[in-house]
């Protein structure tokens, strides 16, 4: 075969719009992070699930509503069944608890950490394939499971080492009872989605849709009267007396909000959480509280965490009652809002703690023993496999943003020591043990 030939099989390498390779520096921070989020979701008693990437299309179509249905990636099987890629991991997670009930003792908490797919229009943030980290608690309707969900948020946030973001949270069934109170109830959903859009297509084309679905000006109005807050020094509580006075002096989501209020303010974390009643979360199933978080810094980047209570999802697939609430964060969002911020989080992709330099490839077997030894006391090792100069060897730790070097000479072996150099400074350490060298390390 002549070269010519060779060079026109090649397949061009591509991946397709909305898609991404993640190299290295990207990878690392994000499997950081996501090992934080599960030893701390483990902490609160939270337990790992999985569910299949595909699902029945009826399965996922059931309840998701109006843009989601447009988005979703669905197709024909071998067997020409049709099938979809999942575009959340919450209706997954009810079909997951109708079909598992019995073997599960609720109320039953639950994490999950994968990917799922959108084919929506892909922009700064926004991907069609992406990692979400949900958790959720069902099987018990109060205040107090409302709480945990939110005080892992914001623990969440405290644990991946992200400042400056402000939870905001609002009441599914108090904007409803509003709603009943203007006569307009039958038409919630389609009032719901477009408040949703607020942030993305402004006030006066949400005044514009809202009067064509209700047919009045008026209660256009009044419903954008209810989502904007005059006084943005208003406090949480009087935010809530005034909601539930336009929505006929309403009582019983005004209970459970004051509630939730209550443990914020004792937890000591409630300055971390505003309410907006312009949150409303365009996805049907949610029936109660709603919350959607922003980072101060980039207020128009969008929520990078967002979730609610929804009682009657598992009511789809099961005649049980399975009421629970939940919260996900959008990982590759965040991450994306983060780098834009150049934040620290972003920044650490060392792929190891320390290097051990090859001078001689008759030693490796003692730079491998080294390596398990330091390794077994928490360290990530990387042993160079090659006796390239020494030049190359400080390049490709430089390039994996590796910190410290170790080099071995002959008569270091011989004595079972070592140097220790920081890389950045230059700074040797010579003639160390074990020991020694490790409490260098430890405290660096």
Not at 50 to 61: H, W
Not at 322 to 343: F, K, N, T, W
Not at 403 to 416: D, F, G, P, T
Request: charged share 25%.
């Amino acid at each position: 075969m002549s070269d010519k030939t060779k060079a026109g099989s090649i397949i061009e390498p591509r991946v397709l719009k909305g898609f991404r390779d993640f190299l290295p520096a990207m990878e690392i921070p994000k499997k950081a992070i996501i090992s934080k989020l599960e030893t701390h979701f483990s902490s609160y008693g939270f337990v790992p699930i999985d569910t299949p990437v595909l699902e029945y299309t009826e399965v996922l179509l059931g309840k998701g509503g109006g843009e989601t249905d447009k988005q979703i990636f669905h197709f024909k099987d071998n067997g020409e069944r049709d099938v979809a890629l999942r575009f959340d991991l919450t209706v997954p997670f009810a079909r997951f608890l109708a079909q598992h009930q019995s073997e599960l003792a609720l109320p039953f908490k639950r994490f999950h950490i994968d990917k799922v797919w959108r084919g929506e229009n892909p922009q700064k943030g926004r991907y069609r394939e992406f990692t979400q980290c949900d958790f959720d608690i069902v099987g018990v309707d109060n205040a107090e499971a409302d709480f945990e969900i939110l005080s892992m948020m914001d623990s969440s946030f405290s644990v991946m080492g992200v400042e400056n973001y402000q939870f905001c949270i609002a009441h599914r069934g108090l904007f409803n009872a509003f709603l009943a109170h203007l006569d307009i109830l039958d038409k919630s959903t389609e009032i719901l989605r477009t408040v949703d859009k607020l942030r993305k297509i402004g006030k006066e084309e949400v005044a514009s849709q809202l009067a064509e679905i209700t047919g009045s000006s008026e209660k256009a109005n009044q419903i954008l009267a209810y989502i904007h807050k005059e006084n943005e020094n208003e406090s949480f509580l009087e935010t809530l007396d005034r909601l539930s006075s336009l929505a006929g002096n309403e009582e019983v989501h005004t209970k459970r909000m004051r509630a939730i209020h209550a443990y914020l303010m004792k937890a000591g974390i409630a300055d971390h959480f505003v309410f907006d009643p312009s949150i409303t979360r365009g996805l049907d199933y949610y029936t109660g509280i709603v919350y959607e978080t922003f980072l101060t810094q980039l207020p128009n980047f969008g929520s990078v965490c967002s979730g609610g209570r929804y009682n009657d999802l598992a009511s789809l697939y099961t005649k049980e009652n399975l009421p629970g609430v939940g919260s996900s964060i959008g990982l590759d969002r965040l991450l994306a809002a983060l780098e834009e911020l150049e934040s620290p989080i972003v920044q650490s992709t060392s792929s190891a703690d320390v290097a051990i330099f090859n001078t001689d490839m008759a030693g490796f077997a003692y730079y491998d023993q080294l390596a398990r030894s330091l390794r077994k006391a928490g360290l990530r090792v990387c042993v160079h496999l090659t006796d390239k100069k020494l030049a190359a060897q400080y390049k490709w730790a430089e390039n994996n943003a590796i910190s410290y070097a170790i080099l071995v000479s002959k008569e270091e072996e011989e004595q079972n020591r070592f140097t220790l150099r920081h890389l950045a400074n230059r700074e040797n350490h010579p003639n160390l043990t074990l020991q020694e060298a490790l409490t260098i390390l430890q405290r660096k």
